[in-house]
């Protein structure tokens, strides 16, 4: 038997449309064959579910009430940017279903085999930058699901400085929700329907609670009295800066949605179905943020809790936080993986095809969020709706 030392290529298809060419593709940037196109209808519609019900959406829309405007600009700004994504997002998963390439091959055919890497690096960018602070989302929420069952947690003397804008016990939380994400970064999409399934279900059961909630805990018409408090010229332009902040917010996914729909078995005209679905389901999660951050002003005072997380760590019942910390943190997990991790893995492996597959180029993503510090971005509103706009 001869020794073979192990080699760090990924696997080559013998069809590989760029003849094997280690270059241009492997395994996992051909197309997909169709003995592997598992995703329907129900899929899909799930995925868009779980996509919608995310942190992200809920801090939009609390955050535009936080820098001046009223509930009333924060919901149209929401419908229209979501309404207008979604038709750029229905026209590219289009050429996911009718190829079956992920988006760094079909950029290829606008941009050239050697442009198409402004396009790659460009998206690369902005998935790991969503990605690292969906992990301090994800990472605050278990720090309160910690807190819950151990309140000492949360006293925890802090060892780190201050203007770094993160606790000692906020960066156990970080490390811990990483370790527990760092499977699902395994997992092929082809397999993933079924965590997408869970968290349509669980994540808007406990977040239509906690809207019930905002209306049990605090007189209904009490929240939607308020104005925006800007005038003029000032309000004009953070109108046009927020409605540029919820388009800019899903950009990502306004060209990676390919990297999904390439796995579909189903009639590319399914795909219009994004259309009314987006606005709907993401309008209704702004709403939700409007509604719940307005009910813990009511009731805790101060500013508004824009930040989920600030207004459940806030909450007397420790059973309640628990679950609605972990509503937040699977919340994170099915953004990461849907959003973020896959499109930069699927970048990742078309600049370097021959050593970088789907599995690698997630574990990566993961390792590279480390260097980009979410927890200085997320500080602030006005910080976060800056980032957005960027």
């Known amino acids: 038997m001869k020794f073979q030392f192990p080699t ?28 592997l196109r598992k995703w329907g209808v129900l899929s899909f519609v799930a995925y868009w579910i779980s996509d919608g019900f995310v942190v992200a959406t809920w801090q939009f829309a609390s955050g535009v009430i936080a820098v001046g405007l009223s509930w009333r600009e924060s919901l149209i700004i929401s419908a229209v940017g979501y309404f207008i994504i979604s038709i750029v997002i229905a026209l590219n998963g289009a050429t996911g279903v009718l190829y079956h390439s992920p988006f760094p091959v079909i950029a290829r055919a606008s941009w050239g085999f050697w442009g198409s890497y402004i396009a790659i690096v460009s998206r690369l960018i ?6 690292s602070i969906n992990n301090m989302n994800g990472a605050n929420a278990v720090r309160i699901m910690i807190g819950s069952i151990w309140p000492s947690f949360l006293t925890l003397r802090n060892t780190i400085p201050e203007e770094q804008g993160i606790t000692t016990n906020g960066m156990i939380s970080y490390l811990l929700f990483f370790i527990l994400q760092f499977p699902f970064l395994c997992i092929h999409p082809n397999k993933l329907r079924w965590l997408f399934m869970a968290k349509s279900t669980i994540v808007p059961v406990s977040w239509i609670a906690m ?33 540029t902040s919820a388009i800019g917010s899903y950009a990502t996914l306004s060209v990676n949605q390919a990297d999904f729909s390439r796995y579909s078995r189903v ?39 824009w930040d989920p997380n ?4 806030l909450w007397d019942n420790r059973t309640c936080q628990f679950f609605a910390g972990f509503s937040l943190a699977l919340a994170a997990v099915g953004a990461n993986i849907s959003a973020n991790s896959l499109s930069a893995a699927n970048d990742l492996m078309a600049l370097a095809p021959q050593y970088i597959n789907i599995r690698r180029g997630q574990l990566l ?23 957005m706009s960027a």
């Not at 290529?9 to 169709?34: C, M, Y």
């Not at 902005?126 to 990605?131: K, N, P, V, Y």
């Not at 408090?229 to 409605?243: M, N």
């Not at 390792?367 to 910080?383: D, E, G, N, R, Y």
Request: glycine share 6%; net charge neutral.
């Open 8 to 35: 760090i290529h990924v696997e080559q298809s013998k069809s590989a449309f760029a003849e094997g060419n280690t270059r241009w593709t492997n395994h996992d940037l051909d197309p997909i064959p169709p003995h």
């Open 267 to 305: 009639s590319v005209m399914w795909q219009l179905i994004y259309v009314p679905l987006l606005p709907a389901v993401f309008t209704f999660v702004s709403f939700i943020g409007i509604v719940v951050s307005s009910a813990g002003q009511a009731r805790y005072g101060g500013e508004i809790p």
């Open 211 to 243: 809207l019930v909630w905002a209306f049990r805990t605090t007189d209904a018409g009490k929240l939607f009295q308020g104005n925006a408090s800007l005038r003029g010229s000032e309000y004009s332009w953070t109108f046009l800066a927020s409605l």
């Open 126 to 131: 902005l998935a790991l930058f969503w990605f």
């Open 365 to 387: 993503c993961g390792l590279l969020s480390w260097f980009l510090m979410p927890w200085k971005i997320l500080k602030s509103a006005q910080v976060f709706l800056n980032f």
């Open 310 to 313: 600030t207004l459940i760590s």
